[in-house]
């Protein structure tokens, strides 16, 4: 399937982008970064663009929705994770789904976690950067054109909620950090280590039912009676909730856990490079999930080392890593929260499953020689 309009996975040269901008995502400068580090490397590489401010939550969604993507060679998102995921959530939510989720994305960083842009500048090959550095690099991927398929997470949860993941949902301590440090995001990324230090002084213990579809079964095995949506894609993996997983599925015997994290790619945030192992493969996500039992010294040097993506040479036994393709996971109480993307969600049973290369977004690759550079300039003289 090739992006509607960008034959052999390149946009268009000159091209027209729909840029789609929270001004008060991170620190509040999203406007001031675009129009400083962006809009000078668009403007050479010929790439024209209307730009929208949101205005409040979902207001992303809305605009997308009722947009009319025939106007554009791309959708730019620069915000956090949580814009890019309103933006998807969008166009699977329009009557036209099938065709407008074909519609090349770009995200370029401009909140306090930005997991999915450090994620593709790892993919191209630059080196792990922040701020402004790590901007200029997601620019760069988008003046080159170069665009590459990506896996999609379909959610479902026990009170009939459909949605839509671009890059993981986390429960316990993760989603702990993520959401309680939202009141410190004009901290930037150090909202997090004041999350992860005060979440490791108060520990909680969450317990549920954790069962998942590892790669190795799924390649024969489907489901005989499909949980299927009103729209979207077809879940050949999943059972309704209210019945139990396939006999093939894998159930975790312990119910007592620190965490659980479903990711669809590499960092959890520009400074948590989580999944080392690499890229996933099409239809394929990472599970991980630590049981109860360790220790706030041991959970401490995971997450310190997890910066340079070393937490997994630890061989830490409450530290559990698989490649699936569908999940379940159903709390056994209220305790803890979910985080979608980013985004609160009631916690609740919810279970999913990861469609292969269902959508398209500017990557760079490793191998791929880049077609544009831009021209020196020189550097601004004050930083804002």
Request: proline share 7%; aromatic share 8%; with cysteine.
């Amino acid at each position: 399937m090739e992006p509607a309009g960008c034959p052999r996975g390149l946009l268009p040269r000159p091209c027209r982008v729909l840029v789609l901008l929270n001004p008060r995502s991170g620190r509040g400068k999203a406007l001031q970064l675009f129009q400083r580090f962006v809009q000078p490397l668009l403007e050479e590489a010929e790439i024209s663009f209307k730009l929208m401010l949101t205005e409040r939550q979902n207001h992303a969604r809305e605009l997308v929705c009722a947009e009319e993507l025939s106007h554009w060679d791309a959708l730019v998102v620069m915000s956090g994770d949580g814009l890019m995921h309103e933006v998807v959530n969008g166009l699977m939510s329009r009557p036209d789904w099938e065709t407008a989720i074909r519609k090349p994305l770009c995200s370029l960083p401009g909140g306090s976690g930005n997991a999915l842009a450090a994620s593709l500048n790892y993919y191209a090959g630059y080196e792990q950067v922040t701020s402004e550095a790590l901007l200029t690099n997601c620019t760069l991927l988008l003046c080159r054109r170069h665009l590459s398929p990506m896996n999609l997470l379909s959610l479902h949860t026990a009170s009939g909620l459909q949605l839509y993941s671009v890059l993981s949902l986390s429960w316990g301590f993760v989603a702990d950090v993520d959401l309680e440090s939202e009141k410190y995001r004009r901290l930037g990324e150090i909202r997090f280590t004041m999350g992860t230090i005060f979440r490791l002084a108060t520990l909680r213990i969450y317990r549920g039912q954790l069962a998942y579809l590892p790669v190795g079964n799924a390649a024969s095995e489907m489901s005989a009676s499909p949980a299927q949506a009103h729209k979207g894609p077809v879940d050949t993996y999943l059972v309704p909730l209210e019945e139990p997983v396939p006999s093939h599925w894998t159930v975790v015997p312990e119910q007592d856990f620190v965490l659980v994290l479903v990711l669809l790619h590499t960092h959890l945030s520009t400074e948590m490079f989580a999944a080392p192992m690499g890229r996933c493969e099409a239809g394929v996500m990472h599970l991980f999930y630590v049981r109860a039992g360790v220790s706030r010294a041991m959970l401490l040097r995971l997450f310190l080392a997890m910066q340079k993506g070393k937490h997994m040479d630890y061989n830490c036994p409450y530290l559990v890593h698989v490649p699936v393709v569908a999940f379940r996971l159903e709390p056994k109480n209220q305790r803890g929260m979910f985080s979608v993307d980013g985004e609160s969600m009631t916690c609740e049973a919810v279970q999913g499953q990861v469609h292969p290369n269902y959508f398209w977004m500017v990557c760079g690759s490793r191998d791929a020689p880049s077609s544009w550079e831009p021209q020196p300039r020189p550097s601004p003289e004050k930083p804002l």
